[in-house]
């Protein structure tokens, strides 16, 4: 069985970094699809960033493309996401996802096997 255990949210400024970290164990990192989504009071999860398998295929959405990075240490079983320029509206529950895939990148949170239990970012203006 896979776990995922998100940190490294907080609550930072309009305009700061943040960093959120995903730790991976029960099966082999690997062979997992990564993303990220994040979700925020009264709206629908959304996908923010996925990485494929070996880390080479990443793909953003629109409102985060050119201000993060999603990255995977496989020695570290580790998913990050390198976020900055951050805004208000960037306010969410952040959660890390793994897919079983050597396949690519996936954008759609249905398309995902496990969940963490999702670590809060708040921007404040």
């Known amino acids: 069985q896979v776990q995922l255990v998100e940190s490294g949210g907080g609550l930072v400024q309009a305009g700061g970094s943040l960093r959120l970290s995903c730790a991976f164990s029960?099966?082999?990192?690997?062979?997992?699809?990564m993303g990220w989504f994040r979700q925020a009071p009264g709206k629908e999860r959304e996908f923010v960033a996925g990485i494929n398998w070996s880390g080479d295929s990443t793909g953003y959405a629109d409102f985060v493309k050119g201000r993060s990075t999603i990255s995977r240490d496989i020695p570290k079983n580790t998913l990050s996401l390198q976020m900055n320029s951050l805004k208000p509206d960037d306010t969410a529950l952040y959660y890390c996802a793994a897919k079983l895939s050597r396949a690519g990148w996936f954008g759609k949170h249905f398309s995902y096997d496990y969940w963490g239990q999702g670590t809060q970012v708040t921007v404040s203006s």
């Open positions: 029960g099966r082999t990192f690997s062979s997992y699809a």
